[in-house]
């Protein structure tokens, strides 16, 4: 069959919007973040303009609206996640991946055992939700063998719980595949696009089969034709210029919705981080902080239904910060390289530098790092190569920063920032005033795609979420939680609690915390 043309996808449409926008005044401006507060979504001419507001007042305004949005449709909750790799073997040659065919390192991919060893120690963090993440490879990451990983996770049970969502973010495949997928009980199929912009996108897949920017941009569609009505969007930000690749993921979502009467379900936004063999001299658009903060406020305002993704690739602090422009999940005690979990557990037992997975930043620390103080210093989307300023290296940060080798190495695919442990992380969402919540309920009860949707529009998801929140968060302090942890925790819950206005399921919800003191589990609504 033909492969289905990215039409929806239009540059000159973009360009266009872009331009026309900047003509708008910041009386409009204005007029579109309080018509923006009702949370029906941005025209993208609308979110055109919202993305080149600078001016320090209107942001605020923007922030605040995006806090507000995403309160009233999902409480003060934050989803927590963790990301699993399964392969690293890769056909593909992206210019900004560790995995990249022409990085030389010792490829694996786990095996049964190795797999559920993985899995008991992200169970033994509290993890009720993966995300399964490989190479692209078909021989030696058949689509089987993800099916099997699947079951495998599904099945291993530690004392307290186990796995009760894999979301699965592989390359793109058939609508055969994706029905396999469906049939095996995913969650979320997760594929994010990079770079929408064509030109941009062919520099940075220069061989392989993620080479085809069509196959790539209609992959969702072929999902959804597979009965996946729950999938992720996603933009590497500092591949090309943020505004360029916002529009397009709004146009993406809403051709989505017109297709297939649901958008997607998540939005992710990864920056691109250092990686094995990564030169920043070939990455002009870097985004720094201050741009990074407004996409995803901006992203929060015009699709306000969406749940939106952070992960590990950003620093602590900022992270925190993040929480309250819009983001509602997040990756916890991430470990972005194959048997990481198991080195990182290794590590920490002998006290010695075993894991080069990231999660650590051990062994991958080094020249090249830009976190988010160095990041300040460069450009705001658009094209001025400044990485080089960030921390006065310009080098490349091929061979791991540290100039050796890594071909018998366990390599991680890129480096991440947050190197909080979950416990550690909970407690600081916590302080901020947030709950934490391990909920897997709507794809458990079928709350999935043009089911969920309108309740997420409606804001009747909150009844369920905040609940929802409560309880699973109950169920680590109890299983899983240092003291400290455990102690800040029980007041969360119990502000928390007095929060839920309905009081049918306020009394419903202690009576299952109650459950859950006496050892029950997985209780939800
Ligand atoms: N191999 C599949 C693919 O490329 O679609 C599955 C996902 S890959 C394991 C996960 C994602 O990591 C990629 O989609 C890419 O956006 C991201 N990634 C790769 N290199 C990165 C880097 N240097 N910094 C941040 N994110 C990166
Ligand atoms: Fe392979 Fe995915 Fe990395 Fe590209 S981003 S090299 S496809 S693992």
Redesign the pocket.
Known sequence: MPTMQADFINEQQINTLLTEARQADKAQARSIIDRASQAKGLTPYECAILLHIEDKELLEEIYRVARQIKENIYGRRLVLFAPL?ISNH?I?N?V????RRDNRFTRRRLTTEELQEEVILLEELGHKRLAL????DPQNCTIDYVLDSIKTIYAVKEANGSIRRVNV???ATTVENYRLLKEAGIGTYI??Q?TYHRQTYAAMHPSGP?HDYDYHTTAMDRAMQGGIDDVGL?V?FGLYDYKYEVLAMLLHALHLEESFGVGPHTLSV??????QG?NYDNFPYLVDDAAFKKIIAVLRLAVPYTGMILST?EPAEFRDELLTVGISQISAGSCTGVGGYQQEHQRKSTGSCACASGASGSNVKGSGNYGSSASKSLSDGSATSSINSSNGNSSSISDNGNGRDNANNEAP??QIEDHRSPDEMLRSVCLSGYIPSFCTACYRSGRTGDRFMPLAKSGQIQNVCQPNAILTFKEYLMDYASPETRAVGEKTIQTHLAEITNIKTRRLTEERLKLIEQGQRDLYF
């Open positions: 790799y890769c593909n992206c900004y991946c560790g995995y993440e490989a190479g692209e973010n592989i390359a594929l994010f990079e993620k996603g590497l990864p920056r691109l981080r250092p990686a990564v690739r695919q890129f």
